[in-house]
């Protein structure tokens, strides 16, 4: 018998047909299908690697923004299956193991307790772990000018390396040009039909917001937060994409790009830091772009202009992403075999 099964023979044993809110016993059967597995694989892959970072992933799981995710399941009863969880990992494993597991468990109790987590952490490792992505944003909240000062402070110029030769430009789009643009931030759903597609393109303005759901247009809200940073790259007035030359721009486009990252990340720290929330908006429609135009007093090759790549969107998260929580155990470290060639 695995463990998994195992376990859930104690939950039925000791709240057999338990259908009062909360701990019903169909909750506390799903909460281990849904995460048993993954914990103990966590747990596993720490053993092996003598970290603790698989362990600290599926705390910041449960734990997004240092609140408990788990609303049906009392706090008690949680911390029970975690502790007969880690029994029955621990039971087949050596000293040096189980004192291993319990350290780890520790992590976990240190969070019910609201005693370590935020503290045992550094503010970017928490921020990396815990940061999501949202959907929606508080229309009504507003970003100040002052906390709008210290976003655009810390993305004026962080550009690693590359001294003043950066080729990127990042400006919060007035609110006329947002308004322009809100018609085309959308995608499709999958049952979209043709006919939906087209008559979305030629007049968006046919059916209210919600009536285009129903007929399968994807909004982005993301693009209603109340403050949008517009991260611009050079682009060729032909429509052609083609990578710049040296003789066009001192630094290469894949470098700027990283650069790009490097700065648009440094810029959510600013802004998660002073409370708030953000998310990356970079899927919409072509014709948004063709709404306004862009002029600047900086020097540009002829037949370049400056255009809109990708969007921050920063304000009061509502709702997040729903993908985002999905842990991922495996690693992208040293995972690859790098060999001489002959």
């Known amino acids: 018998m695995t463990i998994l099964e195992s376990l859930k023979e104690k939950v039925l044993e000791k709240f057999p047909n338990q259908t009062l809110y909360p701990n019903k016993t169909k909750d506390l059967l799903s909460y281990c299908d849904k995460n048993v597995e993954l914990m103990l694989e966590a747990y596993e892959q720490d053993l092996a690697e003598g970290s603790d970072r698989h362990t600290k992933m599926m705390i910041s ?15 008690e009863v949680e911390l029970w299956l975690q502790t007969e969880l880690v029994f029955m990992l621990s039971e087949n494993k050596n000293k040096v193991e189980k004192a291993f597991i319990a350290t780890l468990f520790d ?10 987590h935020e503290t045992s952490q550094s503010f970017l490792e928490n921020l990396t772990m815990n940061r999501a992505s949202f959907s929606f944003f508080d229309e009504d909240f507003k970003v100040d000018a002052v906390k709008t000062e210290k976003i655009l402070a810390a993305a004026n110029g962080i ?6 030769n950066f080729h990127y430009r990042v400006d919060v789009l007035p609110q006329e040009t947002k308004d322009a643009m809100a018609p085309f931030m959308h995608s499709f759903y999958p049952d979209a039909t043709d006919e939906t597609k087209k008559l979305f393109e030629e007049n968006p303005h046919a059916h209210t917001k919600a009536e285009w759901t129903k007929l399968g247009v994807c909004h982005n809200h993301q693009f209603d937060a109340p403050l949008v940073l517009a991260y611009s ?21 894949d470098a700027t790009f990283v650069a790009l990252g490097l700065n648009m990340w440094n810029t959510i720290c ?17 014709k ?24 921050l969107c920063i304000g009061k998260g509502l709702e997040a992403k729903g993908d985002h929580r999905k842990y991922k ?8 075999d790098f060999e001489v060639a002959a």
């Open 233 to 253: 790259i050079p682009v060729p007035d032909d429509g052609s994409y083609a990578h710049w030359t040296t003789e066009q721009f001192e630094t290469s486009k």
């Open 107 to 116: 992590k976990w109790k240190d969070v019910f307790k609201g005693e370590t």
């Open 288 to 311: 948004a772009l063709t709404t306004f135009k862009t002029k600047t007093s900086a020097e540009m090759p002829e037949g370049w202009s400056w255009e809109p790549f990708i969007f």
């Open 329 to 336: 155990p495996r690693g992208i470290v040293n995972t690859l």
């Open 159 to 164: 550009t690693p390396s590359l001294g003043n």
């Open 270 to 286: 600013a802004a998660e830091e002073m409370g708030l929330n953000s998310c990356c908006l970079k899927a919409y429609n072509k």
């Open 61 to 75: 799981q449960h734990y997004y923004g240092n609140r408990r995710q788990t609303k049906n399941i009392d706090l």
